[in-house]
């Protein structure tokens, strides 16, 4: 089931687009059968279970952050992910900074952007987004490739576009102010539901989990 949904998904995202597996309490079992179906990316929200899930799946994929990372989960956060998609904060950013100058890495992370202006989502509301940039891409250890944005759920995908279009719009201004030790690589969005119209607005990294591991139990 989870073999056969991977490779269906492979074969209908676009050149260039990047499936990533939300693995949000799924099992390390489960994971590693994404993972050998094809999957190259896996997304975790918390750290405690991906560090369950990495000891049993390694390296064989990519790990991305994409829960709230609490300043107190960092130094952990740090030693097995290879990407923070959710940096929202100058704290959280000084203290990735931090951990990843002990351990002498650099951090490549998204700014998580609160596209739908959400009072209960986190992420850097978009008219604060170019200045938050400008000040966190003068820390040495992290670097900015791109955005990442939840966007408020619908029922009908169509209702997520807009949050799309702003977050693609905000991302290619940033594009052009040609910040030192900022790329603007990658542009994660869109989930299970609505990760087609996301595709359409841009998105090169999609957060799927349902659609491969079924409905959580």
Not at 8 to 25: F, H, N, S, T, Y
């Amino acid at each position: 089931m989870i073999e056969e949904n991977v490779k269906k998904i492979l074969q209908e995202l676009p050149p260039g687009v990047a499936l990533m597996a939300a693995a949000k309490a799924r099992t390390p079992e489960e994971i590693m059968r994404a993972a050998q179906a094809g999957v190259k990316i896996v997304g975790e929200n918390y750290v405690q279970e991906a560090l369950a899930a990495f000891n049993v799946v390694g390296h064989r994929v990519k790990w991305h952050f994409i829960g709230h990372l609490q300043r107190n989960k960092v130094k952990k956060a740090v030693e097995i992910f290879d990407m923070i998609e959710t940096v929202d904060s100058p704290q959280l950013s000084e203290e990735i900074d931090k951990r990843c100058g002990q351990r002498e890495r650099i951090m490549p992370v998204l700014i998580e952007i609160n596209s739908g202006r959400e009072k209960q989502k986190f992420g850097i509301l978009p008219e604060d987004a170019d200045e938050f940039i400008k000040e966190i891409s003068k820390l040495k250890n992290i670097k900015i490739e791109g955005l990442m944005t939840m966007g408020p759920m619908f029922g009908d995908p169509e209702d997520a576009r807009p949050y799309f279009v702003e977050t693609k719009k905000l991302f290619d201004r940033v594009k052009t102010l040609n910040l030192p030790g900022v790329e603007m690589k990658y542009l994660s969005m869109g989930m299970t539901n609505s990760y087609q119209v996301a595709i359409e607005e841009g998105a090169n990294i999609v957060r799927i989990g349902t659609k491969i591991f079924g409905p959580r139990d």
